[in-house]
């Protein structure tokens, strides 16, 4: 191959998922008249932003070579908890003490507690060598019953129009998820890009002992990471509670296959190391269109699964068969 | 008979092998010998099947054979015993020998008797005195690798492929090795030795070829050879290092090792590392010399700070006592290591030469106490790049790229960022080139008369004699000799590496 060819092939594999949803939109869009509008543009940009920020977090896990199964519990708990402090606040019975929370007290306090569980996954992991698919399996289970404890299994609603805001909202005719979907992502692409901790990120996910042999405390990066990983989930949380006015017990299950899903068709590699967070992005919003342009197309829910599915193992083939010509 | 007619191989455009031509007997022990790099082991993985694409003929009993995986090669009878070997430690002895062609009944479920009946009679023959049911892991280097031989036996081999079969066993060991060698010699087996232990070779070996940067130099009977002339041969070129005079007895202090022990992190009796203490000055180069196991890495890695669970003693820079129990607090206290391996230790591989500098130093390319300052970086990779003559097309290249000789230039260049006191060079020509090589030493001896203090690791002899200015000599675990270098021979630190005192 000349070298122009390679640089081609490089540049067209780099941008293979840009490409992938660029085919797609079109193929959609002549197949329905609804899907170029603007309504349902932003319709699907809503959709998303949920998964933006799961996904995003979970970028950061895998290119350290981890993985977080419990992003969907810890959504549901920490969307519970923001719910439950801010219609009932905090009562000390004993203490004769009762704590009210204004709508940004509540929502910090449900970000705060989705911090400590992933605090909690990343110190499983790094202390006791816990594997991240046990630990965060664990962990799924164990954040999913404390919502099921919180809310006694029964939907917090009724929780004031402010609130309703974040999830219902626009800001400037764009959907105040996608604001905070987008200011999330920044601040990772910021991250891994522009810091020391995003050096470290790759370079742990890259070759982990040539990474501590270099003196990065790994344990601690990988703290950070999970934290961050679940942070992000409770912010996700915070959406979906606020736009359906209500926290769902069972909200979130199996958003983290979504969240992984998005990351692996963005060409993040599940041995870490190699990815980014656009990309994640991207993969975040083929998912989306999908799932869209099926409903628009009126495909039966249970052949959509079988089609996202598909394109999953797709997008990954691709990926695979690029690496090889290498 | 086993013969190569004009092979080449090129790695990505690199030259590994430039047109060899050699023959391998039946019924003799036939040495390869060679530098590191040479393309010794780039050979015996086309003759055993795991490179697949060359140019040129292999001839195998007079037909022109070409493998297209390792199953095949094995199948024709030709086996290769690697350096590191290929056992299932969980598994018992007869569980590996068999692995992959078990012997199963009638109903497909597996006929452990006949298999263990089978295991036995094969280690009888090889005097091997274990049961066939002992799993891989309870077995000592030695007995492993006649298990190995054992496998290759079992599939019936008419060559046999040893790689630095000697590298990892005791002399009694390797007694029992060549006993066994002779053996399979008389029944007409071809075997292929790789070493790099010339003394050895001249009791084992009935033939030589030498390889050197990829081509075949001279091939022959071993007895028609000189030590000598085989070492002249090898190397092609003499390298010539001046050695530069230090006034020692001036200089200042810059580490002293107190009484360090590492303990086994399993067998908690067994002590890897043994009291071991010695002081290294400012401007000194310090070789550490030992055979492999003689906890010369564990050593470089403890003081380190990649035990601190097991070590104990006291680690003294500067005269002042630290607490070093991460390598984190060792860069902090002004220490440096590069490592044994520089593929799985030193680098990471899939990303640039760019970040693999920086990642010592990112605090200090910061601005805003922040973001990471691109200007800063560059500055800094720039000055690296020049200043060890790193070949590469820029600093966005990735590691994996580079010849090795320049991927050891990153792991130094990402070591020197940190402006260490204390530079531990873990085995650092291995696998470079001869060119590399003498850069490296060059660079070594302008560090140390800058004020750096060096202890470099090498199995290599000559290169100690040529680069140190003191030897330490260590043997299973222990310290066995502290001595300048000019009043020292290879002979004398040899015999210290060997015996205990």
């Known amino acids: 191959m000349t070298s122009l060819a390679v640089t081609y092939t490089k540049s067209l594999k780099r941008f293979q998922s840009v490409i992938a949803l660029l085919v797609l939109c079109i193929v959609l869009g002549l197949l329905t008249d609804k899907f170029f509008t603007t309504a349902n543009g932003l319709n699907v940009l809503r959709q998303v932003a949920v998964n933006a920020c799961i996904a995003t977090g979970m970028t950061l896990i895998v290119l350290t070579a981890g993985i977080d199964l419990s992003v969907g519990s810890v959504l549901a708990l920490c969307g519970a908890i923001t719910a439950g402090l801010l219609k009932n606040g905090l009562q000390f019975a004993s203490l004769d003490l009762y704590v009210g929370f204004t709508i940004a007290g509540a929502i910090i306090a449900g970000v705060i507690v989705g911090g400590l569980l992933g605090l909690f996954n990343g110190f499983t992991i790094t202390s006791f060598k816990v594997p991240p698919f046990v630990a965060t399996l664990a962990m799924l289970t164990i954040a999913r019953g404390f919502t099921m404890l919180y809310t006694a299994g029964h939907p917090i609603s009724n929780l004031g129009d402010q609130f309703a805001y974040i999830g219902t909202g626009s800001l400037s005719g764009i959907p105040v998820p996608v604001w905070i979907a987008a200011a999330v992502v920044l601040l990772a692409v910021f991250i891994t890009q522009k810091t020391k901790l995003g050096r470290y990120i790759y370079a742990i996910g890259g070759n982990e002992t040539a990474a501590k042999l270099s003196g990065i405390r790994i344990n601690r990066v990988k703290l950070i990471v999970y934290s961050m990983g679940a942070a992000f989930a409770a912010i996700g949380g915070i959406i979906v509670t606020s736009r359906l006015d209500s926290a769902q017990p069972n909200a979130g299950i199996s958003y983290e296959l979504d969240a992984i899903a998005a990351v692996v068709i963005g060409g993040t590699s599940l041995s870490g190391g190699k990815g980014s967070v656009w990309g994640t992005v991207i993969g975040a919003v083929i998912i989306g269109v999908l799932n869209n342009g099926l409903v628009l197309l009126n495909v039966s829910p249970f052949w959509q699964q079988v089609v996202k599915g598909a394109v999953i193992l797709l997008a990954v083939i691709i990926d695979k068969a690029g690496e090889k010509n290498e | ?501």
């Open chain 2, 1 to 501: 008979m086993l013969a190569a007619k004009n092979i080449s191989k090129k790695f990505s455009g690199v030259i590994a092998l430039a047109n060899i031509n050699l023959e391998l007997h039946p019924g003799k022990v036939n040495a390869i010998i060679g530098e590191n790099g040479a393309g010794k082991s780039t050979l015996m993985k086309i003759f055993s099947g795991v490179h697949t694409q060359y140019e040129g003929e292999i001839i195998y009993n007079n037909q022109l054979v070409k493998f297209s995986n390792t199953k095949e090669a094995e199948q024709a009878g030709i086996a290769i015993i690697h350096q590191e070997l290929n056992l299932v430690p969980y598994l018992s002895v007869a569980e590996n020998i068999f692995l992959g062609r078990e012997i199963t009944n009638a109903f497909g479920i597996l006929d452990r008797k006949q298999m263990n009946e089978r295991t036995k009679h094969l280690l009888s023959r090889l005097n091997l005195n274990v049961n066939p049911d002992t799993r891989i892991a309870e077995l000592k280097v030695g007995q492993q690798q006649l298990v190995e031989i054992a496998r290759a036996l079992y599939s019936n081999a008419s060559v046999i492929i040893m790689d630095e079969p000697t590298s990892a066993i005791s002399d009694k060991e390797v007694d029992n090795l060549f006993t066994i060698i002779n053996q399979l010699k008389s029944e007409g087996k071809t075997i292929v030795y790789i070493s790099h232990k010339l003394k050895e070779l001249f009791t084992i070996a009935d033939r030589f070829v030498v390889l050197r940067d990829g081509s075949t130099i001279d091939s022959g009977d071993m007895h028609t050879i000189s030590h000598d002339q085989l070492i002249h041969k090898m190397t092609g070129r003499k390298l010539t290092i001046e050695r530069t005079g230090i006034t020692l007895t001036v200089a200042e202090e810059l580490l002293a090792v107190k009484n360090i022990s590492l303990r086994h992190p399993v067998l908690r009796e067994t002590k890897i590392l043994d009291t071991i203490s010695f002081t290294l000055h400012k401007g000194e180069i310090l070789g550490l010399y030992g055979l492999m196991g003689a906890g010369r890495t564990e050593l470089m890695e403890t003081i380190f700070g990649l035990h601190p669970k097991n070590a104990s003693g006291e680690i003294c820079v500067s005269k002042i006592v630290r607490r070093i129990q991460s390598p984190a607090d060792a860069i902090d206290a002004g220490i440096a290591l590069v490592p044994e391996d520089r593929k799985l230790q030193g680098l990471i591989l899939n990303q640039s030469v760019k970040s693999n500098i920086s990642i010592t130093v990112l605090q200090k390319l910061q601005q805003w106490g922040l973001m990471l300052s691109s200007r800063k970086e560059k500055k800094l990779i720039d000055h690296f790049i020049n200043k060890l003559s790193i070949k590469t097309s820029s600093g966005n290249n990735a590691a994996e790229n580079l010849s090795g000789g320049n991927q050891q230039k990153i792991v130094l260049a990402k070591w020197l960022a940190t402006n260490p006191k204390i530079l531990l060079l873990d085995e650092p020509t291995r696998g470079v080139d001869i060119g590399a090589k003498a850069e490296i030493y060059k660079l070594m001896k302008s560090l140390a008369t800058e004020g750096m203090g060096i202890i470099m690791v090498s199995s290599e002899l000559p290169e100690i004699l040529a680069v140190s200015d003191r030897v330490l000599v260590m043997c299973e675990g222990e310290l066995t000799a502290n001595i300048p270098i000019e009043k020292t021979t290879e002979s004398e630190i040899l015999k210290y590496a060997i015996h205990k005192n």
